[in-house]
């Protein structure tokens, strides 16, 4: 079981990551632009990801992957932290990032990473 803790955790290996809080709950953000943040039910976490796998998440385990109607127009998934696999997690907090970084940024964390 996932925890805004360990949410914590995975994304302090990624560069440049500042926490802060968006609309009143904790959230992490890479250079001032928001990637994940927790909702205000602190049990579900909100992430950026392709619309295309957002509905691969969504039609392969409703009940982890899901959206609201606030969310539908946006590249968004909420992840139900009780229900999610640590190294899903890990991965959909990298995409998240990556979607947001800045392109040099993302550069340099591949290059120190490798692929």
Same mark, same amino acid.
């Not at 500042?18 to 909702?39: N, W």
């Not at 039609?59 to 982890?64: A, C, F, R």
């Given at each position: 079981?996932?925890?805004? $803790?360990?949410?914590? $955790? ?8 500042? $926490?802060? +809080? ?19 039910? +602190?049990? =579900? ?8 796998? %957002? ?8 009940? =982890? ?24 997690? %890990? ?15 993302? $550069?340099?964390?591949?290059?120190? +990473?490798?692929?």
């Amino acid at each position: 079981m996932a925890s805004w $803790e360990s949410v914590r $955790e995975l994304a302090a290996d990624l560069p440049e990551v500042i $926490e802060g +809080s968006s609309y009143g709950t904790p959230a992490l953000r890479v250079r001032k632009k928001l990637f994940a943040r927790l909702r205000e039910d +602190s049990e =579900t976490l909100v992430v950026f990801t392709d619309p295309l796998e %957002r509905e691969a998440l969504i039609q392969g385990d409703p009940q =982890t992957f899901y959206i609201t109607p606030h969310y539908a127009d946006y590249p968004a998934v909420l992840i139900d932290l009780a229900r999610v696999d640590a190294e899903e997690l %890990r991965e959909l907090l990298i995409e998240s990032w990556r979607r947001r970084a800045p392109k040099r940024l993302r $550069e340099a964390y591949d290059a120190q +990473s490798g692929p």
